[in-house]
Nanobody
Framework: QVHLVESGGGSVQPGGSLRLSCAAS????????MSWYRQAPGKEREWVAR????????YYTDSVKGRFTISRDNAKNTAYLQMDNLDPEDTAVYYC????????WGQGTQVTVSS
């Protein structure tokens, strides 16, 4: 059974940093790309970043390029999202995603950026 569990969210001031983690289980983690999405209040869920199975290619939505870094540790079955220079526009629930036989989602972790 596939499980994705996000952690690391919280409240920070603009310009601050957070590191999100996604602990995965129930599938061969090292065989699948992983993604992060986010959903702000009143908005649709949007894709944020993706990393290939081996971690050798990463992709970002334009609004986070240069500020966010996606990474993974296949030995720990964990994906990460390092978020630097956070802006109030980054306030959202962040979700980990894996596409296996279908799309799987974690429960989400809240990130709030406010002064």
């Amino acid at each position: 059974q596939v499980h994705l569990v996000e952690s690391g969210g919280g409240s920070v001031q603009p310009g601050g940093s957070l590191r999100l983690s996604c602990a995965a289980s129930g599938f061969t983690f090292s065989s699948y790309a992983m993604s992060w999405y986010r959903q702000a209040p009143g908005k649709e869920r949007e894709w944020v970043a993706r990393i290939t199975s081996a971690g050798n290619s990463v992709y970002y939505t334009d609004s986070v390029k240069g500020r966010f870094t996606i990474s993974r540790d296949n030995a720990k079955n964990t994906a990460y999202l390092q978020m630097d220079n956070l802006d109030p526009e980054d306030t959202a629930v962040y979700y980990c995603n894996a596409r296996i036989d279908r799309q799987y989602w974690g429960q989400g972790t809240q990130v709030t950026v406010s002064s």
